[in-house]
Antibody, heavy 123, light 106 residues
């Protein structure tokens, strides 16, 4: 069964740091680009980071650029999100998500597998 | 690019059809996905490439559109279909941009 399991979320003070983890199973993790997506309480979804399959290339939206760092350990089938200088606006459920790959086109697509999320509260 | 969903909420009776819309502020070809999210759960991929159903998605879910106007249609609503639906603009590389969601209510 394809599965993603996040951990590491908890209450942190403003200006603090936190590291989230995501354990992947049921698929070849090293073949998949991955992302983190967050959802503030009662709000919509926001993409916050992306990393390619080998971990060399990363991307972030302006809202977290310079504060968040995505990384991965393919030997451990794990994805990480290091979050620094946290503010109240970062309070959210953080989801780990796999990026769909279409072998016919060789292109990446949307997020096709999601974890259940880990809650980060900045207060 | 801004993704705008309408309506914000929609009340439909079980067995009826629901039509949800998503508009892109500029052309995104068919790089559009739809997700369903129930309370306390992660989003679930329904449609990608504007009209391709994801694995295991029932045939009552269908997507259409190209360019800037997209539609998710749910024919004959079942009780388990009442949820929040999001559209997503994606491409081979970021950014990924979600719509603000449509809440489908009984």
């Amino acid at each position: 069964e394809v599965q993603l399991l996040e951990s590491g979320g908890h209450l942190v003070q403003p200006g603090g740091s936190l590291r989230l983890s995501c354990a992947a199973s049921g698929f070849t993790f090293s073949d998949a680009a991955m992302s983190w997506v967050r959802q503030a309480p009662g709000k919509g979804l926001e993409w916050v980071s992306r990393i390619n399959d080998n971990g060399v290339a990363t991307e972030y939206p302006d809202s977290v650029k310079g504060r968040f760092t995505i990384s991965r350990d393919n030997s451990e089938n794990s994805l990480f999100l290091q979050m620094n200088r946290l503010g109240a606006e970062d309070t959210a459920m953080y989801f780990c998500a796999r990026i769909h790959y279409d072998p016919l086109t060789g292109l990446n697509g949307p997020f096709d597998v999601w974890g259940q999320g880990t809650m980060v509260t900045v207060a | 690019i801004v993704m705008t969903q309408s309506p914000a909420s929609l009340s439909v009776s079980p067995g009826e059809r629901a039509t949800l819309s998503c508009r892109a502020s500029q052309s995104i070809a068919s790089n559009l996905a739809w997700y369903q999210q129930k309370p306390g759960q992660a989003p679930r991929l329904l449609i990608y490439g504007s009209s391709t159903r994801a694995t295991g998605i029932p045939a009552r879910f269908s997507g259409s559109g190209f360019g800037t106007e997209f539609t998710l249609t749910i024919s004959s609503l079942q009780s388990e279909d009442f949820a929040v639906y999001y559209c997503l603009f994606y491409k081979n590389w970021p950014p990924y941009i979600f719509g603000q969601g449509t809440k489908l209510e009984i």
